[in-house]
């Protein structure tokens, strides 16, 4: 697999030659601001030390404070949190909020730690490394195998360390830990209202738009739930153990309502798809596979799962019209190509996950205002900052005669140049 930052770089490069950006600013963009290495060491539950590496990368704050989650991975890099970090300038500045890009990552299993030995590493991450954050300096989040809880002990052993409340330290938290109201799905949330944009740049009305999802977690089951509300017609959902299909449309409210009442769930599936795949393949339902659900013929293709699904094994194969990235890095560079070649509209997954970091920045927002929103000025604030930053997006896409990834690199890399002073 190529290395992250270089593939990093690589966009940056073709943005910066689309805009013919200063070459002084170019260079400053080339390097993070700052990466700290560091080293945790954690008393296992039988006594003995362990030694974990982490790293926090700061890349650039020319919009606003450094903003970026943590990830707990045993296959975390310094050139992925490098990469991370750019990824998160870019897509704070797509989407136009004042903040700028940063990224955590401890190497470890978490699986196999105990909850308290999570507890102590989370809290010895924070020793190391606090008197780089707070809410004006740096504010992190969650990432992969990094939870609410987790977030919410952070801010304490920081608050600890610092000896006063600040809550704006890290967002993510829990609603009772100062969390923002519609946290939870708001990734999906913004997913949607890009499918919405885009369904209306296609000229598709929702009742005949067909979408496929891979993956069924976080995002994935919240924008099946959002989709089919306004009328989408979801075809096939998947998660790690396979897929279900029904022309017909999937409905997951009536799923989740049949399971409660202790009904057979038929072709429906709630939480986890496995439950379908013992359906009766006659009738419109049948169960499919991961790699042909990302091959069927459907309007919108949304990958919501794992990165580089889709390859150069199989970027040939996609029939969808359109795919929006819920997932982070779903598309290797390679595949982008071919896609695009094909004439496949991509919404990038800076643009399409956005809705994640775009309610961490209310939620940072309401905490050092003192404020608490509700759910309908959370959403109200969402809709407009997303559907403003697609039609950005579209707009730079169609003066310039580009795929829509390398519009939102331009976009985001023209906004933060604006404001460089060299
Ligand atoms: P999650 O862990 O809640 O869900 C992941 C889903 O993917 C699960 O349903 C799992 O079964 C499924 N999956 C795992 N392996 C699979 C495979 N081989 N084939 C098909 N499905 C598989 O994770 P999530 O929070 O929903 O995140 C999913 C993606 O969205 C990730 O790329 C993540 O970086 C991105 N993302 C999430 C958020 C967020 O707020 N949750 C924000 C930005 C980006």
């Not at 169960?287 to 459907?298: C, G, P, R």
Request: glycine share 10%; net charge negative.
């Amino acid at each position: 697999m190529s290395n992250p930052f270089s593939n990093a770089m690589r966009q940056l490069d073709k943005a910066a030659d689309i805009i013919n950006l200063d070459k002084n600013i170019h260079e400053i963009l080339k390097s993070p601001d700052r990466v700290v290495s560091i080293s945790i060491p954690v008393k296992m539950d039988n006594g003995d030390i362990k030694v974990f590496a982490g790293f926090r990368s700061q890349y650039n704050n020319t919009l606003g404070v450094y903003k970026g989650g943590i990830r707990y991975h045993h296959g975390v890099t310094i050139d992925e949190v490098k990469a991370l970090s750019f990824w998160m300038a870019i897509k704070c500045a797509v989407v136009n909020i004042p903040m700028g890009g940063a990224k955590g990552g401890v190497i470890v299993s978490p699986k196999e730690l105990s909850e308290g030995e999570i507890e102590r590493l989370s809290r010895g991450y924070i020793q190391k490394i606090w008197r780089l954050i707070g809410s004006d300096k740096d504010v992190p989040a969650p990432d992969v195998y990094t939870t609410p809880q987790i977030m919410a002990l952070m801010r304490d052993e920081y608050e600890k360390l610092v000896g006063h409340t600040d809550p704006g330290v890290i967002t993510g938290k829990p609603i009772e830990n100062g969390g923002s109201e519609g946290r939870s799905f708001s990734t999906a949330q913004g997913g949607v209202y890009c499918v919405d944009e885009l369904a209306k740049k296609m000229n598709w009305v929702s009742e005949n738009t067909t979408i496929a999802i891979q993956g069924y977690g976080n995002a994935g089951s919240h924008m099946a739930r959002i989709l089919h509300g306004l009328g989408y017609k979801i075809v096939a959902i998947s998660d790690s153990k396979g897929g279900v299909y029904n022309e017909d449309g999937i409905d997951p409210a009536k799923a989740e309502q049949i399971k409660k009442s202790g009904g057979r769930l038929g072709c429906y599936c709630v939480g986890t798809v496995c439950d379908i795949v013992d359906i009766s393949t006659d009738g419109p339902c049948r169960a499919i596979s991961n790699d042909e659900i990302l091959e069927l013929d459907v309007d919108i293709l949304i990958p919501a799962a794992l990165e580089n699904v889709i390859t150069i094994e199989n970027a040939d194969k996609i029939k969808a019209k359109t795919i929006v990235e819920l997932a982070n890095g779903p598309t290797t560079p390679e595949a982008d190509e071919i896609l695009n070649k094909n004439g496949v509209v991509i919404v990038p997954d800076v643009l399409a996950n956005a809705g994640g970091v775009t309610v961490s920045y209310f939620e940072w927002d309401q905490n050092v205002k003192g404020e608490h929103w509700t759910e309908m000025e959370v959403l109200n604030k969402l809709e407009k900052i997303m559907k403003n930053a697609f039609d950005d997006v579209w707009s730079i896409k169609e003066k310039y005669n580009i795929d829509m990834r390398t519009s939102a690199f331009v976009s985001a890399v023209e906004r933060i140049a604006k404001k460089i002073k060299i």
